[in-house]
Nanobody
Framework: EVRLVESGGGLVQAGGSLRLSCALSGVTLADYDVAWFRRAPEKEREGVGCISSRTGDTYLTDSVKGRFAISSDSAKNTVYLEMNSLKPEDMAVYYC?????????????????????????WGTGTLVTVSS
C-alpha cells in the first residue's frame, strides 16, 4: 500500500518559519518524483514545487521562490518543504504527492509534466496557519 503522510503544520506568526515533512511508504524516492501543493480556504489548489527523483533538482513556483525550499532524505524516504518568511497568504492545507518518475533531469521540466499529467498518489494534508 502506498502512503504519503505530511506533518509539521501548525500556527506561526507572519515572518516565521516551518518545515513540513512528507514521509513515503510503499514507494521509494529513487523511483518517484514528489511535489508539494496547497489549497487555501475558498481557493483553487495551487502548486508549490517539486523535486526530481532522477537528479534531486528542485523547482519552486514564483509565489514561493526565494522563501521556500524542497529537499529530501533518501534514507528516511522523506521529502521536506522548508518555509521561511511566511505570509498570511501562505496559509493553506499543504499536500505532498508522488508520481512514478518521469526520468527528467531538470525539475522545471518535471513541473511542466506534472502540471499537465498529474500525480499518482496524494497525502491527506497538513494545515499551516499564518497569523498577521
Amino acid at each position: 500500500e502506498v502512503r504519503l503522510v505530511e506533518s509539521g503544520g501548525g500556527l506561526v506568526q507572519a515572518g516565521g518559519s516551518l518545515r513540513l515533512s512528507c514521509a513515503l511508504s510503499g514507494v521509494t524516492l529513487a523511483d518517484y518524483d514528489v511535489a508539494w501543493f496547497r489549497r487555501a480556504p475558498e481557493k483553487e489548489r495551487e502548486g508549490v514545487g517539486c523535486i526530481s527523483s532522477r537528479t534531486g533538482d528542485t523547482y519552486l513556483t514564483d509565489s514561493v521562490k526565494g522563501r521556500f525550499a524542497i529537499s529530501s532524505d533518501s534514507a528516511k524516504n522523506t521529502v521536506y518543504l522548508e518555509m521561511n518568511s511566511l505570509k498570511p497568504e501562505d496559509m493553506a492545507v499543504y499536500y505532498c504527492a508522488a508520481v512514478r518518475g518521469y526520468a527528467v533531469d531538470a525539475a522545471e521540466d518535471l513541473w511542466t509534466l506534472i502540471s499537465s499529467l498529474g500525480m499518482d498518489y496524494w497525502g491527506t494534508g497538513t494545515l499551516v496557519t499564518v497569523s498577521s
